[in-house]
């Protein structure tokens, strides 16, 4: 009998529910905080949730300042200029508050504000280096469900020097306390909800079929999808409906969850797509969901046969993966990424950075530089024969 090792970390305190943001001043005061950076973008702090929250802040005694300068993808100058925010204001916590980006975003700023090194010393390893100073308590709020960022010890960042995205990651960048709170996502365009959701799903299917023992993550990662699979097309036709809003930020914050076992080539593929095309994550992540699906098949049917049975799916691997597509067509996300702004000249280089992105050596099948270009060739042309061979 074989025995199996792993080694598992699970995530944080989460107040979900319409109206939970309520409690978040308080929360923070009962951390000892005196004195909040708000981390958001300019976009979050007009809605009208963010006025009356800096008005709780006021009323439990913590004085509050506003970092809304959060691009959608986070810069590394973005991070530099919160520093000096959080500096100025002598701040001894972070609250981020946004999509996946602000989240990032001020993870981050509280990462660099306790140390003197370079970011990019913390890109992702199995031993991050120390820090030179304590890390204020950090507070999440996703306004989005996708990233799933809220509960995650990483965050991406771009280096605006190397175009190319990169990965932090330090145990002290989870959050302390997360406020799941739908109606904070009511409002949101129909094509964000797509896409993000979109990305939730990349989330918890690449984690399931990552090969590695962590049953923990596996049953969170298959709830996450029955979750979406209930939920996602509501959400997006049907902006005000709460139970659909708050099931697809529990199944983000899930997915998030299981994905410590590792993601895959879809990741591996979208970073330098995101990176040299300006995509959204999300939106890129659905459009090469079926190709990569399709590729890894040798390695990943038993599983997504699985999966297909505990989500209602009949056929197997083709029905997931036709499910896949369908839901994409439901959502309006493109069949090509072509669409993305990818063109036959960027594939070398595309694939090559895919490479060596630090998610493709998890993916379940074996992916060198020929099989992503492989991969993204197909993916440009919108045809799925061949790839599992």
Not at 73 to 81: I, N, Q, R
Not at 320 to 340: N, Y
Request: proline share 6%.
């Amino acid at each position: 009998m074989t025995i199996l090792q792993g080694t598992w970390r699970f995530p944080t305190e989460v107040l979900a529910g319409p109206g939970r943001i309520a409690e978040l001043a308080a929360r923070a005061r009962d951390l000892g905080a005196r004195r909040a950076l708000l981390v958001s973008d300019a976009q979050v702090a007009k809605l009208p949730f963010f006025a009356p929250l800096e008005a709780g802040f006021a009323a439990a005694g913590i004085a509050t300042a506003r970092f809304t300068g959060t691009h959608p993808d986070p810069l590394a100058s973005d991070v530099a200029a919160g520093v000096a925010a959080f500096r100025a204001h002598e701040a001894d916590i972070v609250v981020a508050i946004g999509g996946g980006s602000a989240l990032d975003c001020g993870k981050t700023i509280a990462l660099a504000a306790a140390t003197d090194r370079p970011l990019w010393d913390f890109e992702i390893t199995l031993a991050a280096p120390a820090l030179d100073r304590a890390m204020v308590p950090i507070l999440a709020v996703p306004t989005t469900a996708g990233t799933g960022s809220e509960v995650g010890r990483a965050s991406v960042i771009t280096d605006e020097q190397a175009a190319r995205k990169v990965i932090l990651l330090h145990p002290q960048m989870l959050p302390r306390l997360v406020v799941l709170d739908p109606e904070l996502t009511i409002g949101l365009p129909a094509t964000l909800t797509a896409w993000t959701g979109m990305d939730a799903l990349a989330h918890n299917l690449e984690a399931y079929c990552i090969d590695a023992w962590h049953p923990m993550a596996d049953g969170v990662a298959v709830e996450g999808m029955r979750l979406i699979h209930g939920s996602l097309v509501t959400a997006t036709t049907d902006g005000r409906n709460l139970a659909a809003r708050g099931t697809m930020l529990a199944a983000a914050s899930m997915g998030a969850t299981a994905f410590q076992k590792g993601l895959g080539a879809i990741h591996s593929l979208s970073h330098p797509i995101g990176a040299h095309c300006h995509a959204h994550h999300g939106l890129t992540n659905a459009v090469l969901m079926p190709y990569v699906l399709e590729f890894n098949r040798p390695a990943i049917e038993p599983k997504i046969v699985q999966v297909a049975r505990c989500l209602g799916i009949g056929g197997g691997f083709e029905g997931f993966r036709d499910w896949v597509i369908d839901l994409r067509k439901a959502l309006g996300i493109p069949h090509t990424v072509e669409a993305l702004g990818v063109t036959a000249p960027m594939l070398d280089q595309l694939s090559e950075e895919a490479f060596r992105d630090p998610n493709t050596p998890d993916n379940p099948r074996p992916a060198d530089t020929a099989a992503l270009r492989r991969i993204l060739a197909a993916a440009l042309e919108g045809r799925l024969d061949g790839l599992s061979r």
